[in-house]
């Protein structure tokens, strides 16, 4: 007997429809009445983001995102009122409002009007119309809120952060990038250390910093004394943090992951720091400090040998550290060293012999390494991305292309230069 689609149960074709994408789950639904039964289960949505464009009145538009489960959205413009989202969304969990430039303060102070206790994540990057003012609205209704960004809002001052370390209890992932206002006070506040004030996010795990210019090593022993549960920090840009900073920073055992990227003042002195400490790291970023060298290499070996993930771009390392360095570091998976200038074959012969694990290397810009290097890093059992854009050769040394590499992506954009 011939078996149809038609004949399959419901949940059997929602639970199909669940593996196809937004657009098509879409389109199934459109076939007929059967599909679209089947396909406005709320399995099928599970974790769907819906992504609108909010331009006139759509009246059937929410009534059929609650029906279908669905408590994620982003909205690409916004034409009308915000409320209009939050009174549409009953139990809405996450609201993306990145990049909607006419969103004020006064737009969002009418949507949040009372507590909105199932909102866990809200996305306010880049809406730079918003200052300290919503955010005293977000501390006094979104109490739940565990993840907020504000990157690029460049209004907020202090007096947010103390908001925000007031009412929002439950923080657990805050991004500040590009906040240029921000100063020691502000990070003071977050870590509790203005209690009569406020509590503090003390239950912060990832806190993104990138381009406070304001901020110094102040900051940082705050976070060291307050924010103890953080387990991502990202400094990069931040010019006003030294090596003395590091040291506040050495002992938080429960910090994974460091970003220091084009922290001009950092050195070897304050990687020493770190590796001296009681950190167990399983990422480093010191990609474009100048100040970092085969010393570096030295302490990250006797200290820091855990790492998965390392990036040292344009920073002043050669073959005498990456000789220093690999002998210790048998887990590492990702290895970024483009445009280390003083990288040769030698090196690279080094990473082949000692990271069998590796899975990615950035070699960027190396324009000391010839073929020969390369052919050895690619004997590598587990790579699987290789990046060598900028790659300086001869014609006799060009790869024709890559699949004479099977089994990884090679990002290959070779020049010579002289001919750019």
């Known amino acids: 007997m011939e078996t149809h689609i038609s004949c399959l149960f419901p949940e059997l074709l929602a639970m199909i429809f669940g593996y196809l994408d937004v657009r098509d789950k879409g389109r199934a639904a459109q076939v007929c009445t059967a599909w ?3 396909a406005y289960h709320k399995s099928v949505w599970r974790g769907v983001e819906a992504k609108l464009h909010l331009r006139r009145a759509n009246p059937s538009l929410f009534p059929s995102l609650q029906a279908r489960g669905i408590r994620r959205v982003q909205i690409l413009s916004l ?6 989202v939050i009174q549409g969304m009953a139990n809405i969990e996450s609201l993306n409002l990145s990049g909607c430039y006419n969103l004020t303060d006064n737009g969002l102070g009418h949507a949040f009007v009372q507590e909105i206790g199932s909102l866990r994540a809200l996305n306010l990057s880049l809406c730079k119309q918003i200052t300290d003012s919503s955010l005293g609205r977000i501390a006094q209704y979104l109490k ?16 947010g952060l103390l908001l925000i370390a007031w009412g929002l209890q439950r923080l657990k992932s805050l991004n500040l990038r590009s906040c240029r206002h921000l100063s020691d006070v502000g990070i003071g506040h977050l870590a509790g250390m203005t209690r009569s004030a406020a509590e503090g996010c003390l239950g912060l795990e990832q806190l993104t910093l990138q381009d406070c210019q304001k901020l110094t090593d102040l900051s940082l022993k705050h976070i060291s004394r307050g924010l103890t549960g953080l387990r991502l920090l990202n400094l990069s840009f931040c010019g006003g943090i030294s090596d003395a900073g590091l040291l506040h920073l050495s002992h938080m055992g429960s910090l994974r992951s460091l970003n220091l990227r084009s922290c001009d003042n950092i050195s070897d002195t304050g990687i020493m720091h770190l590796a001296m400490g009681s950190l167990r790291l399983s990422g480093l970023d010191v990609s474009f400090c100048d100040k970092v060298g085969d010393q570096s290499l030295a302490y990250i070996a006797q200290g820091l040998d855990g790492l998965k993930s390392l990036s040292l771009c344009s920073c002043h390392i050669s073959d005498d550290g990456i000789n220093r360095m690999v002998r210790q570091m048998h887990g590492l998976r990702t290895l970024n060293i483009g445009q280390c200038v003083r990288i040769t074959d030698k090196g690279l012969e080094l990473i082949a012999e000692h990271l069998s694990q590796l899975t990615g290397i950035d070699l960027y810009g190396c324009t000391r390494i010839t073929k020969r290097g390369l052919e050895r ?4 059992p587990c790579l699987k991305v290789l990046n060598l854009g900028l790659w300086q050769m001869t014609d006799s040394e060009k790869v024709r292309d890559c699949s004479d590499f099977a089994g990884w992506s090679c990002l290959y954009q070779p020049r010579t230069f002289g001919t750019m």
């Open 377 to 380: 890093i690619t004997q590598l």
């Open 144 to 159: 739940g809120l565990e993840v907020l960004e504000l990157g690029g809002c460049s209004n907020i001052t202090n007096t």
């Open 36 to 38: 679209r039964d089947a």
């Open 79 to 84: 034409r009308r009122s915000l409320s209009y």
